[in-house]
């Protein structure tokens, strides 16, 4: 029952990309970059603070809305 709750809260985190639960951290994202691949993931500084660009499997506001409300 333990592994069940695990990979659905694994999974629904990424999905929603909910902070604290995706596993694209900083380093992961450096990693690619130093590999040549997923350029398009690179972080983007701005200021003081780091933004990571949206992965192809993330749900936009309006999908996280049809998917919760279902």
């Known amino acids: ?40 993931l690179a972080p983007i500084e701005m200021g003081k603070r780091t933004y990571f660009p949206p992965t192809s499997y993330t749900m936009s506001k309006d999908e996280k809305l049809v998917f919760v409300n279902v």
Do not use: A, F, Q, W
């Open 1 to 40: 029952m333990h592994v069940k709750k695990n990979i659905c809260d694994s999974l629904i985190g990424t999905l929603l990309n909910i902070n604290g639960k995706t596993k694209d951290g900083l380093n992961d994202c450096l990693d690619l970059i130093e590999i040549n691949i997923r350029g398009e």
